[in-house]
């Protein structure tokens, strides 16, 4: 039988067993210590090892299958708040905040490596003449950010009016002028590594090919009323 879990704000975390049939509320006294409400935003598991981050600052870690969770250490000065992590081997994780700063551990959380060198305000900041628009509009953070197998991101500008890719190895994000007349809702990767994406009012793209490609209307589908969802099954 599949299990799950769904997370929520004021520490919400609900477990289920069954296939989703049932959930029960699990409590994780870590993050019920202080005078903080926390949203957890994303949640990811290897094997029995899991990951939980989110907003205020926090980083939970289970080696149990999540039977219980240890509260991990953070800096002070994360830039962003984290809304992202991907569980990618024993004892390591990958993380993202909402300013584009990607983190890699591979100690259970307490050392971790920058994998870019500068946030996006910053690298907008250096192209804001290179021709991306509504580059001069940036907020400063991520409305989404989806992960591919292969350990690329694509990540949705606040606004919806560009987006940005990165990929192992890089030292910046790439920002990309949006293909679609309407502004993008969501971004995420196809099995087959091309790239899939929601615009506002609705509307879903498939790109032409794998990667990142300036051709997305050739598979067009008119959908109403989405749930945006990425369920985490371990």
Partial sequence: MVSGFL???RQTILE????????????IPSAEDEDFNYRFNSI??????GWIVGKPAILLYTSNAGESWERMPLSAQLPGDMVYIKATGEKSAEM???QGAIYVTSNRGYNWKAAVQETVSATLNRTVSSGISGASYYTGTFNTVNRSPDGSYVAVSSRGNFYLTWQPGQPFWQPHNRAVA????NMGWRADG???LLVRGGGLYLSK???????LRISTYEVY?????TPTVK
């Fill in 44 to 49: 990811s598991f290897k094997g029995k090892e």
């Fill in 96 to 98: 993202v905040t909402d």
């Fill in 16 to 27: 289920t067993k069954d296939g989703g049939n049932t959930w029960v509320p699990r409590s």
């Fill in 209 to 215: 090919g794998t990667g990142v490609s300036k051709h």
């Fill in 7 to 9: 997370l929520g704000t």
């Fill in 194 to 196: 091309g790239l899939w």
């Fill in 182 to 185: 309407r502004r993008i809702q």
């Fill in 225 to 229: 009323g989405f749930i945006d969802s």
